[in-house]
C-alpha cells in the first residue's frame, strides 16, 4: 500500500509569507498526485492535480506544486500567501485511480 | 447545487443502535467513493463503486459496514451494531472514469457513537 507524508502538522505564517508544504509518497511506480484543501467548514476541494506532462503544475488561487520524481515528493507552493488561504491542506496520492491515500494533512494559519 | 450530497449532515446515536448514509454523487459521475477521516487523519478508503459495482473495499471495511449503490445512481453506508470507534467524518466523493481525475467530495456526514 502506498503512504503518503506531509511533514509540516502545523505552520503560522504571516499575510505576504512565501510557503511551501513538504510531501513524499512512498510508491515507486506511475502515480497521480493532488492536493486538496478544506476551509473552516467547508468540504474538500481539489487544488491541483499532476498525472503526466509538466512537473510543475499550476492550481486555482496562485497555488502551485513540483513533482520531483526522484525524491518522491509533490511540495504545495504559493508565493505570497493571504489571510483567506487558512486552512488544511491534504495531499493525496493514487496509482490505480480507485482509491487515494491521503496524508494527514496539514494545518494552516495565516495572521493577516 | 450540483455537486455531492450527503445526508444527513450530522448523526448522534447511541453504541449498538444501526444508522445509514446517504450520497448522490454528480449525476455523470460513474464513480463514487466512500472514505472515513478521524481527527487529525486524512481521509481513509473504505469502499469504491463502478456504476452500480462495488469493486473494490478496504480491510477498514468490517462486516458491520455495509455499502450499496442500486442502479448506479445514490448510494447509501449502513453501520450496524455502532461502536464508539465508528465515530468520525464519512466522506463520499465521486469522479468520472480514469485514473487521472480528482475526486468530487461531498461535505460529509459527521458521526458520534454515545
Known amino acids: 500500500a502506498q503512504s503518503v507524508s506531509q511533514h509540516n502538522h502545523h505552520v503560522i505564517l504571516s499575510e505576504a509569507a512565501s510557503l511551501e508544504l513538504g510531501c513524499n509518497y512512498s510508491?515507486?511506480?506511475?502515480?497521480?498526485l493532488f492536493w486538496y484543501v478544506q476551509y473552516p467548514g467547508q468540504h474538500l476541494q481539489l487544488l491541483l492535480k499532476?498525472?503526466?506532462?509538466?512537473?510543475l503544475v499550476k492550481g486555482i488561487k496562485g497555488f502551485e506544486a513540483e513533482f520531483i520524481k526522484s525524491k518522491f515528493s509533490f511540495n504545495l507552493r504559493k508565493p505570497s500567501v493571504q489571510w483567506s488561504d487558512t486552512a488544511e491542506y491534504f495531499c493525496a496520492v493514487s496509482n490505480t485511480g480507485n482509491q487515494f491515500y491521503f496524508g494527514t494533512g496539514t494545518s494552516l494559519t495565516v495572521i493577516p | 447545487d450540483t455537486g455531492v450530497s450527503q445526508d444527513p449532515r450530522h448523526k448522534i446515536t447511541k453504541r449498538g443502535q444501526n444508522v445509514t448514509f446517504r450520497c448522490d454523487p454528480i449525476s455523470e459521475h460513474n464513480r463514487l467513493y466512500w472514505y472515513r477521516q478521524t481527527l487529525g487523519q486524512g481521509p481513509e478508503f473504505l469502499t469504491y463503486?463502478?456504476?452500480?459495482?462495488?469493486?473494490?473495499k478496504s480491510r477498514l471495511l468490517s462486516d458491520r459496514f455495509s455499502a450499496e449503490r442500486p442502479k448506479g445512481s445514490f448510494s447509501t453506508l449502513e453501520i450496524q451494531r455502532t461502536e464508539q470507534g465508528d465515530s468520525a467524518m464519512y466522506l463520499c466523493a465521486s469522479s468520472p472514469s480514469g485514473p487521472s481525475y480528482g475526486y468530487t467530495f461531498g461535505s460529509g456526514t459527521r458521526l458520534t457513537v454515545v
Open positions: 510508491y515507486g511506480g506511475t502515480v497521480n
Open positions: 499532476y498525472f503526466s506532462g509538466d512537473p
Open positions: 463503486f463502478q456504476n452500480e459495482a462495488q469493486l473494490e
